[in-house]
């Protein structure tokens, strides 16, 4: 095993989150005796910080068809605006009229869709076949593939040079995403910009977020880490952003190497904090695995004492991967979650994997027991898009309460946020 970053050997195990299966693989209850589990250990490179998976599944068994959609929550589709706006901003142009943008990672087409709207020139990339034939049935082109160094240059050679490379949430589930940024590279005009975004392992990792960690989910870096991969794919960061975007997220601009540009004052203050609070060396991280079992233990308490003060099991909101991972990892299944409401149509009618609780649409909860019957607790699995959650079950239940687990588990009652 090496570092997917810089090829070291130095890597120290910092926690194991157990054996969980592929957490978009929502399945049937005819898949179960099927079903197989991957170990989510988490290690820390000495030579470069980044933070990774030790055991890496291979991306055509997760990515070739796929079930998350970016369109299907609204909170995430008003993210994609902004971050079209952000382009649009650092383009000085009032629309996009003359950009040429690819997308890495294009999902179901909804940020290529803005990017479109805005009048730019569109590319978009994704292994997930399912998703690629949606989006070229709205009219825009996708390549069904895995990007890398290679696609990289087939694309700047069939289709030129992009203004802008976007990769949303993309970059930490390639498990070479060293030859992803060197695509990139090869991709780019001398001019162009990189903008990425990924969670950020200080406000995340450290601070006990471990549901940030999953098959698809290879890494969680810090600035410190996505610096050197950069400069070793011909690339340099520029700019950076740290937004409240899943949980905490860390966003970042980049360039070609040898483009005459100078890195921000926040590229420098940023790595400067790195570094004097500790988060390149593993001491840092020492304090983490105690505060995930800590997690672990309160959770299931809560939702132990939630299910005697109700008398009923709870109710989930969201199906996210992360919340997959919660499931998992504190052991919550069918016997303490009635089922699980989510957005995604493809996720609906199937089983949480692992866990096999059923996912139904939010009508789900109109067809409850009704009066005061139906009073019970809920738990918020998509907590990084909680007010969003909070006002859609508000808008269906009246009573009751509300788990919410991260950033500080707490409870609220429902219409209350």
């Not at 299907?72 to 000085?92: F, G, P, T, Y």
């Not at 890398?148 to 589930?173: C, F, M, T």
């Not at 995340?204 to 969680?220: A, M, N, P, S, W």
């Amino acid at each position: 095993m090496v570092c997917g970053g810089c090829g070291s050997s130095e890597l120290t195990l910092l926690f194991s989150l157990g054996s969980v299966p592929p957490v978009n693989d929502f399945l049937e209850a005819a898949q179960i005796p099927e079903e197989k589990g991957f170990p989510l250990d988490l290690f820390f490179c000495e030579q470069c910080a980044l933070v990774q998976l030790g055991e890496r599944v291979p991306p055509v068994n997760l990515f070739s068809h796929y079930l998350h959609l970016s369109g299907a929550s609204k909170a995430n589709v008003a993210h994609l605006e902004e971050v079209a706006q952000v382009v649009k901003s650092r383009s000085s142009l009032a629309d996009l009229g003359d950009k040429r943008i690819l997308e890495i990672g294009s999902n179901d087409g909804t940020l290529l869709g803005i990017f479109r709207r805005e009048g730019a020139s569109v590319l978009g990339v994704d292994p997930a076949r399912n998703l690629a034939e949606q989006v070229r049935g709205n009219g825009m082109e996708v390549l069904a593939d895995f990007f890398s160094e290679d696609l990289g240059k087939k694309i700047s050679q069939r289709y030129g040079r992009k203004d802008w490379v976007v990769a949303l949430n993309v970059v930490a589930h390639t498990p070479d995403f060293v030859s992803l940024l060197k695509g990139v590279r090869e991709t780019l005009t001398e001019d162009g910009t990189f903008l990425m975004e990924n969670a950020y392992v200080v406000d995340t990792i450290l601070k006990g977020q471990f549901d940030t960690i999953y098959h698809e989910h290879v890494y969680c870096f810090s600035l410190s880490a996505l610096s050197k991969a950069f400069d070793l794919s011909g690339l340099k960061v520029v700019d950076v952003e740290i937004i409240p975007t899943q949980g905490s997220s860390i966003r970042v601009f980049g360039c070609r190497k040898d483009r005459q540009v100078t890195p921000s004052k926040r590229v420098t203050e940023l790595l400067a904090q790195e570094a004097a609070k500790g988060f390149t060396d593993i001491r840092s991280y020492q304090g983490v695995p105690a505060r995930v079992a800590a997690f672990r233990m309160e959770l299931r308490s809560r939702v132990a004492e939630l299910k005697r003060r109700y008398g009923k099991k709870l109710i989930a909101l969201g199906a996210p991967a992360r919340g997959v991972v919660i499931l998992n990892y504190c052991g919550l299944n069918a016997d303490d979650i009635d089922f699980v409401v989510d957005d995604t149509p493809l996720k609906q009618g199937r089983l949480v994997p692992g866990m096999h609780i059923p996912v139904q649409g939010w009508e789900a909860l109109r067809a409850l027991p009704g009066g005061d019957a139906s009073v019970r607790a809920y738990l918020v699995l998509s907590w990084n898009y909680q007010a969003d959650m909070l006002a859609k079950l508000a808008e269906r239940v009246k009573d009751g309460v509300v788990l919410i687990p991260f950033p500080e588990m707490r409870e609220v009652p429902v219409g209350k946020n």
